[in-house]
Nanobody, 123 residues
């Protein structure tokens, strides 16, 4: 079964850190790009950070640059999102998605996606 499963969300105070994990199964991990997205009700989905496992290329949104970092563990088929210096405006449901490259993902062509994990940052 092709699937992505996120974990690691929760409640954190502003300025704190969280690490999210996205576990992939059912497809050739090394051939795919994984992006982390976030969504707040009533707002557009935002691509936060991506990593392409085929060539190592990465993308980071300006809104999180210098604070969030995606990393891939090809042995475990996981992509983690380390989030530091969290702000209340980072509160959202975070989910990971996969496609053959991250440009497709950022344009909305999600081939596989997870159920999401809630991150709440209190002020």
């Amino acid at each position: 079964e092709v699937q992505l499963v996120e974990s690691g969300g929760g409640l954190v105070q502003a300025g704190g850190s969280l690490r999210l994990s996205c576990a992939a199964s059912g497809f050739t991990f090394d051939d795919y790009a994984i992006c982390w997205f976030r969504q707040v009700p009533g707002k557009e989905r935002e691509g936060v950070s991506c990593i392409d496992n085929s060539d190592g290329s990465t993308y980071v949104a300006e809104s999180v640059k210098g604070r969030f970092t995606a990393s891939s563990d090809n042995a475990k088929n996981t992509v983690d999102l380390q989030m530091n210096s969290l702000k209340p405006e980072d509160t959202a449901v975070y989910y990971c998605a996969a496609a053959s490259n991250y440009l497709k993902l950022l344009r909305g062509y999600l081939e596989v996606w997870g159920q999401g994990t809630l991150v709440t940052v209190s002020s």
